[in-house]
Structures are given as structure tokens and as C-alpha cells.
T-cell receptor, first 109, second 108 residues
């Protein structure tokens, strides 16, 4: 199985930047995913990293270091609608994803 | 733009009942997945299927079975529902890029 750790909660101010860290241990790494999940809704895919480095997609960026077993999701210019849970997931092999417990981000005015 | 649908948003069943949760995808993709989500535990994989009639156990298959008779449809079956199967059930398609809206199942 996997061991995926991410902080439980984070709070930030509207317009600020927040970085959500994720560390993992896996035997057959084949990609890292980030999802956003609003309360009562299904997760929505945000990003996918399989090679080291930074992937930027609008206000959201995701970074991966395979040698360190580490990733982060960077949310810039925070908006109230960014208040949600953010899930880190690691793919081991061809199909299986293992998820972290999620980080609840609260954006305050 | 709907890609993954689930048969029910909310379901209430009694202990011992047989429960069917249906998932349909319109992406013509081989891979489909069933997860359950519980507070503090995250999403846990129950079963997945990589082709018609093919299935693989996930991390918590006990008490569940699945059926994949057609490419677009993946069913999760609770043979005899128990209270510890009260949870949010999420179906996903296309390498877990797309989730259905979820079924919140309560077993009394």
C-alpha cells in the first residue's frame, strides 16, 4: 500500500497564495494527481505530474520531486470559491490510485 | 458535457438487503473504478475494471462485488448490506480523471 501525507487544514486570505504539500512512499510510482472537492460534491481533476518539475495551469500549479517523494499544489490569487478540500493521489502501476485524506482550505475575506 | 453518471444521489437501505449501485460512462474508455469516501480516511478503492468482464480487487473489496457486462456500465453490489457500509460511493472513469456525482448510502 501507499503512505500519503498532507496537512489536514489550511487557512489563507483572499488574494493570497497557499501551498499544499504532499509526501508519499510508493514502490511503483506512475504519476501524482491533485483534485479539488467542494463539500457534498465529487472530486474534480486539477493536475497530473509524472516527471519532475512544475506544471502550471492558470492560478494553479503543481510540482513534483520523485527522488524526494514530494509534491505541492500552489494556489495563487485565492478566491472565496477556492475554499474546498484538495486531494493528493499517487498511482502505483497501471491503474490503482491511492489517496491522501485531503487538505481543507478555508479562504477568508 | 456529462461523462460519468450514477443511478442515485441518496439511498437508504436496511441491514441484510442486497444493494446495487450503477455507474455509466460516455467516454468509451476501458477503465472504471469504484471508491468509497469516509471522513478522515480519504477515498479508498473497492474494485476496478480494465475491460468488459474484467475486474480487479482494490484495497477494500470485502463485502462487495462488481459486474462489467458492457463497456459503459460498471455496477457495484453489496451482497448483504451492513451498517459499516454506510458511506459515500464514487464511481470514476478514464483513469480516475472523471468522477460521477456520488451516491450517499445509508444502511440502517
Amino acid at each position: 500500500g501507499q503512505n500519503i501525507d498532507q496537512p489536514t487544514e489550511m487557512t489563507a486570505t483572499e488574494g493570497a497564495i497557499v501551498q499544499i504539500n504532499c509526501t508519499y512512499q510508493t514502490s511503483g510510482f506512475n504519476g501524482l494527481f491533485w483534485y479539488q472537492q467542494h463539500a457534498g460534491e465529487a472530486p474534480t481533476f486539477l493536475s497530473y505530474n509524472v516527471l519532475d518539475g512544475l506544471e502550471e495551469k492558470g492560478r494553479f500549479s503543481s510540482f513534483l520531486s520523485r527522488s524526494k517523494g514530494y509534491s505541492y499544489l500552489l494556489l495563487k490569487e485565492l478566491q472565496m470559491k477556492d475554499s474546498a478540500s484538495y486531494l493528493c493521489a499517487v498511482r502505483d502501476g497501471d491503474y490503482k490510485l491511492s489517496f491522501g485524506a485531503g487538505t481543507t482550505v478555508t479562504v477568508r475575506a | 458535457d456529462v461523462k460519468v453518471t450514477q443511478s442515485s444521489r441518496y439511498l437508504v437501505k436496511r441491514t441484510g438487503e442486497k444493494v446495487f449501485l450503477e455507474c455509466v460512462q460516455d467516454m468509451d474508455h476501458e477503465n472504471m473504478f469504484w471508491y468509497r469516501q469516509d471522513p478522515g480516511l480519504g477515498l479508498r478503492l473497492i474494485y476496478f475494471s480494465y475491460d468488459v468482464k474484467m475486474k480487479e480487487k482494490g484495497d477494500i473489496p470485502e463485502g462487495y462485488s462488481v459486474s462489467r457486462e458492457k463497456k459503459e456500465r460498471f455496477s457495484l453490489i453489496l451482497e448483504s448490506a451492513s451498517t459499516n457500509q454506510t458511506s459515500m460511493y464514487l464511481c470514476a472513469g478514464k483513469d480516475t480523471q472523471y468522477f460521477g456525482p456520488g451516491t450517499r448510502l445509508t444502511v440502517l
